[in-house]
């Protein structure tokens, strides 16, 4: 499939798994600062009070989960955006140019990108860069919808081995991993 007839439509995701309704609005502020058109859900534990999700309703459409964040993004991919998700949690902030930045590398929708996160020194020196798939966070984690479907849902098993057997399934359905330096999510 040429990239120019590549469907790049997007909306974000935002993960609430403390179900903290300030963190919500947080993200959903930076993201219709920056994204004004794009759209967004939020996706909740089973667990949350019904304040909590009414609160969190006014603010966006609302899908639940079970209590794990593995149930969150599986929660997110069935019956979330119908083309890419991109991921945040709650709490985070979405920098300009982000989405462009992701898609600049998509060729395929079997491409999974992930932001790549890097530790600084006291001198605010880089001094290790995580860019492997396992060891970064789930912000700016995206994906389409179709490759989602035919990886399989993340398992409920303890996050980085869930991880781990996803990415391992995956590899078996020919995806390419990429982690984008630059894209930030604060």
């Known amino acids: 499939m040429s990239t120019e007839n590549l469907d790049k439509s997007y909306g974000f995701v935002i993960l609430s798994p403390e179900h903290n309704v300030g963190r919500v609005k947080s993200s959903l502020n930076a993201i219709k600062e920056k994204y004004p058109k794009a759209p967004v859900i939020c996706v909740i534990g089973a667990d949350a009070k019904d304040k909590d999700v009414k609160e969190m309703e006014q603010l966006c459409p609302v899908l639940t989960g079970k209590n794990t964040i593995t149930s969150l993004i599986n929660a997110a991919m069935k019956n979330g955006h119908d083309q890419w998700s ?22 395929s929708i079997k491409d999974i990108m992930f932001a790549a996160m890097a530790d600084y020194d006291y001198q605010g020196r880089i001094s290790q860069l995580h860019i492997d798939f396992l060891d970064c966070s789930l912000n700016g984690l995206t994906m389409h919808k179709d490759t989602f479907k035919e990886i399989g849902d993340f398992s409920d098993n303890p996050w980085h081995m869930s991880k781990l057997m996803w990415a391992l399934s995956a590899k078996d359905c020919e995806c390419t991993f990429k982690g984008v330096v630059g894209a930030k999510f604060i």
């Open 86 to 107: 991109v991921f945040l949690m709650e709490g985070a902030n979405v920098d300009y140019g982000v989405v462009k930045k992701l898609f600049l590398f998509v060729k």
